[in-house]
């Protein structure tokens, strides 16, 4: 992807008020842009179809006065599984349950129960102590409905793994889905 159509759609997306979350060029010419509303600490905000369309509009001129080829232009939301690439993201959602993947595997060394092979982890994200990151997770099957589960039956111990921005291949929140519907972000979670 050019710098010219990187610089086009951010300078787009924000002057509108929105965040540029992701561009990509696919086969058959498709260009897609993924948007987001700007986070406010405290107030969760989501982008809908009249945003994406704004900005569809304005992106379409912008591109044509610019001379970008392309054959189709998507714009969406960034989804129930959205990335995490900035600092600002990682505060936004810290306390949501996250995939992680790192770029090269964790280590044999202070690694406890993770096999030294693994790359790959969901769980919830935290801020570490040392100020990077962490994952905590279990890995205790969750009780199906209607299992009981012995009150003496020890739960499996919490896991964690620290990890810095610049250890990340890819991070993304875990698409959980409720069906019982939305629940509020409880506040001042870490």
């Known amino acids: 992807m050019t710098q010219a159509l990187q610089d086009i759609a951010q300078q787009t997306v924000t002057g509108l008020g929105y965040d540029l979350v ?82 090269a595997p964790v280590g044999a060394a202070g690694a406890g129960q993770v096999a030294a092979n693994r790359k790959k982890f969901r769980g919830q994200l935290a801020r570490a102590e040392n100020g990077g990151w962490q994952v905590v997770w279990s890995d205790e099957a969750p009780a199906k409905p209607g299992q009981r589960v012995s009150r003496k039956r020890q739960p499996a111990p919490l896991q964690v793994l620290g990890f810095t921005l610049d250890e990340l291949k890819e991070a993304r929140l875990a698409p959980v889905v409720d069906f019982k519907g939305r629940k509020p972000r409880q506040t001042g979670e870490s």
């Open 22 to 103: 992701e561009i990509e060029r696919s086969a058959g010419g498709l260009l897609r842009v993924t948007i987001d509303l700007p986070w406010t600490p405290g107030r969760e905000q989501f982008v809908n179809v009249d945003d994406c369309e704004k900005v569809t509009r304005q992106l379409q001129y912008a591109l044509e006065v610019e001379g970008v080829e392309y054959k189709r232009l998507e714009v969406s939301s960034p989804g129930l599984d959205r990335p995490l690439r900035s600092e600002q993201d990682f505060e936004r959602f810290a306390g949501e349950v996250v995939d992680v993947t790192l770029r």
